[in-house]
């Protein structure tokens, strides 16, 4: 703490803490008095009758300066508290002057003046980093809070692309790239948890920061993880990843919880080929609920590595909302094209994108 110009007089001298930098306005007698002895102060202005203010450039308390008997640079350690100020500053004066005729350059060199400012060496030139990815230590590429705040939509076509990375708890990293996501657009979505404005301690993260994740339990033993949007209870839910790393360690953890067929190895497509196998093979479970993606340690989005181009999105209708009535059929899936890695392919949607059919996502 520092406290700059604060008047401090003999009765209001405040209760200060061991480590506190202070500028007192009072002597180091009274300072003691005040039980201040071991403050460290860095100017110390004598009372009215030592004859005017001395300054202190050392980190020293009032108890080492009662000590000493001196304040200010090492060659005045024997200076009066009661020198006048006019003949203490032409002192000073005078050093500075005998200093500067030790250093002066030869004739005809160049003198910087030192009020010059010091201009850093040029930069080299280079990409200058996008809003949408932050800065966190050791995730340079790590997409930040603004990449979430825009529409499901554009959200979950946003998402195509990108690397999902989750750090374990014993150091090892897991990383898929997105390939398939749906968009529930909030209260006006019949397929949205969210639907009709619904607010539950279960659906809470949909209404928060664009960002946050919302995890939910399915028939009682799987979980899906969403990430909400810009709009109160619109999320982007997570359906497919393409395997890039830790594939041994996402097998061993889909074997852990999987029913029947246990003795058959799993082939890398069918590893996090729909929204519950990515959370199996990534260790995702309800504890991750309502974290943020952005800020997060344990799991986080990153910038995919860049190719020859956009990849091309087939825009389906979602996967297991019979009830939603219309929009059961609305197509609100987005996948990559000829991906491998998708977990249902439309082929119907796929002709009608090849055929350049406008998707009816873009109404909203």
């Known amino acids: 703490m520092l406290l700059k110009g604060f008047p401090l007089r003999r009765g209001v001298f405040p209760v200060l803490p061991q480590r506190t930098v202070a500028y007192l306005i009072l002597s180091p007698a009274t300072a003691l008095q005040e039980g201040c002895s071991r403050v460290p102060t860095v100017l110390v202005l004598a009372s009215a ?19 000493r008997g001196v304040v200010g640079a090492p060659r005045q350690r024997q200076a009066s508290w009661n020198q006048p100020l006019s003949r203490r500053m032409g002192q000073k004066k005078q050093r500075l002057l005998t200093a500067k005729r ?122 899906c993880m969403n ?5 109160d209870g619109a999320c982007v839910l997570l359906r497919a990843l393409e395997p890039l790393g830790g594939l041994e360690a996402m097998r061993q953890l889909r074997h852990t919880v999987r029913k029947g067929a246990a003795s058959r190895a799993l082939k890398d497509r069918e590893l996090c080929s729909g929204p519950s196998k990515l959370c199996q093979a990534l260790a995702i479970d309800k504890s991750f609920d309502q974290r943020d993606l952005a800020t997060d340690e344990a799991v986080w989005l990153e910038r995919g590595p860049s ?4 990849p091309a999105v087939v825009a ?23 991906s491998p890695w998708v977990s249902v392919v439309d082929r119907a949607a796929e002709r009608d994108a090849q055929a350049g059919h406008r998707p009816a996502h873009e109404e909203f």
């Open 49 to 67: 009758s030592s004859g005017g203010w001395l300054h202190s450039s050392r980190m020293l308390t009032p108890l080492s300066i009662l000590r």
């Open 316 to 338: 389906a209708a979602r996967v297991g909302i019979g009830h939603a009535g219309e929009w059961a059929q609305k197509p609100l899936r987005f996948y990559i094209q000829g």
């Open 227 to 231: 990430v909400s949007s810009r709009g």
């Open 307 to 310: 190719g020859s181009g956009e």
């Open 102 to 223: 030790h250093q002066a350059p030869p004739d005809g060199a160049q003198i910087s003046s030192s009020k010059e400012p010091r201009m850093a060496p040029p930069m080299t030139p280079g990409p200058q980093r996008s809003i949408y990815f932050s800065s966190l230590k050791g995730h340079p590429a790590r997409l930040g809070s603004e990449f979430f705040d825009q529409p499901a939509v554009p959200l979950a076509r946003a998402f195509l692309g990108q690397v999902l990375v989750r750090h374990l708890g014993d150091g090892t990293e897991l990383r898929g790239r997105i390939v398939e996501t749906e968009a529930y657009l909030g209260p006006e979505d019949q397929a949205a948890h969210s639907r009709g404005g619904r607010q539950t301690p279960r659906n809470r993260g949909m209404f928060m920061r664009p960002g946050t994740l919302y995890v939910y339990l399915i028939y009682g033993m799987y979980f």
